[in-house]
T-cell receptor, first 115, second 109 residues
Framework: NAGVMQNPRHLVRRRGQEARLRCSPM?????VYWYRQLPEEGLKFMVY????????ESGMPKERFSAEFPKEGPSILRIQQVVRGDSAAYFC?????????????FGEGSRLTVL | GIQVEQSPPDLILQEGANSTLRCNFS?????LQWFHQNPWGQLINLFY???GTKQNGRLSATTVATERYSLLYISSSQTTDSGVYFC???????????FGQGTRLTINP
């Protein structure tokens, strides 16, 4: 049973370019979470999605960042016009249950470097 | 919002030693998880333990929800135990897991 799959594992972008990070949840999981980890820091919540719905985006920056989880295909975290401060590891997690229950399982992360 | 405090921030031990890592939280929770982030950055699930005690090999964890803390015990440490240990909680009514700042554990041979 495959775990949470993230790609790409490493991504290098120049300032002003777009970054797209993909996440396929574990089989049978319909809840996806995105977290960001800056160097030497803990993980910070960004957004929680279910299929075709954004449930909680309280941790998402107001500009340049967007997320989706379409009916078919992986969840996408999109960062437009990247800046050096966007350099971080972006982790996706999935669970089979949402509110109040459900163990989260994390992918191996996508490491974004902005030159 | 809920605060999650982990202690100690750093811990350096010799191989074979035992250790206790602590996680304090500030409100009622219905989910608490311990993770190990290895030196390659991978997050490994250790325990899902909103209450009670669990054991898995050399690792065990106890959460006392009424007193708002959890403890992770590592016995007979090995160099492969090195990394950062995170506690993460979800308080009742919320959607997200909130992470502590982690305990960086270094096991020297």
């Amino acid at each position: 049973n495959a775990g949470v799959m993230q790609n790409p594992r490493h991504l290098v972008r120049r300032r002003g370019q777009e970054a797209r990070l993909r996440c396929s949840p574990m089989k049978g999981h319909s809840h996806v979470y995105w977290y960001r980890q800056l160097p030497e820091e803990g993980l910070k919540f960004m957004v929680y999605l279910q299929k075709e719905n954004i449930i909680d985006e309280s941790g998402m920056p107001k500009e340049r960042f967007s997320a989706e989880f379409p009916k078919e295909g992986p969840s996408i975290l999109r960062i437009q016009q990247v800046v050096r401060g966007d350099s971080a590891a972006y982790f996706c997690a999935s669970s089979s249950l949402g509110t109040n229950t459900g163990e989260l399982f994390f992918g191996e992360g996508s490491r974004l470097t902005v030159l | 919002g809920i605060q999650v405090e982990q202690s100690p921030p750093d811990l350096i031990l010799q191989e074979g030693a035992n250790s206790t890592l602590r996680c304090n939280f500030s409100d009622s929770v219905n989910n608490l998880q311990w993770f190990h982030q290895n030196p390659w950055g991978q997050l490994i699930n250790l325990f899902y333990i909103p209450s009670g005690t669990k054991q898995n090999g050399r690792l065990s964890a106890t959460t006392v929800a009424t007193e708002r803390y959890s403890l992770l015990y590592i016995s007979s440490s090995q160099t492969t135990d090195s990394g950062v240990y995170f506690c993460a909680v979800r308080y009742e009514g919320a959607q997200k897991l909130v992470f502590g700042q982690g305990t960086r554990l270094t096991i020297n041979p």
